[in-house]
């Protein structure tokens, strides 16, 4: 079992930085893959960035890529995601979910659990 609580959202201008954290709870949180993923009013929740439980690999949506940064600290339980040049169009409320299981997955249907979110909005 794994409960997630997320922090770090806010308002910043387009072009600053924010770095969203993800606390989990439980023994076994080196057993799941994370990811995350953001919705945006009248859209649908859509992915953004996931890690393998291993901390080794991550995979990015095309509109992030190269911006947002995922990474994991195993020994503290936590998830980060670090988001750089930020757009008006980055502005979302962003979720932390878990995968049990090896793979990491875009996919929202695949996790197991999810945060409440986090609001982050960027300014023109």
């Known amino acids: 079992q794994v409960q997630l609580v997320e922090s770090g959202g806010g308002l910043v201008q387009a072009g600053g930085s924010l770095t969203l954290s993800c606390a989990a709870s439980g023994r076994t949180f080196s057993s799941y893959a994370f990811g995350w993923f953001r919705q945006g009013p009248g859209k649908e929740r859509e992915f953004v960035a996931t890690i393998t439980r291993s901390g080794l690999n991550a995979f990015y949506a095309d509109s992030v890529k190269g911006r947002f940064t995922v990474s994991r600290d195993n020994a503290k339980n936590t998830v980060h995601l670090q988001m750089i040049s930020l757009k008006p169009e980055d502005t979302a409320v962003y979720y932390c979910?878990?995968?049990?299981?090896?793979?990491?997955?875009?996919?929202?249907?695949?996790?197991?659990?999810w945060g409440q979110g986090t609001q982050v909005t960027v300014s023109s």
């Open positions: 979910a878990a995968r049990s299981g090896l793979a990491a997955s875009p996919t929202p249907a695949e996790y197991d659990y």
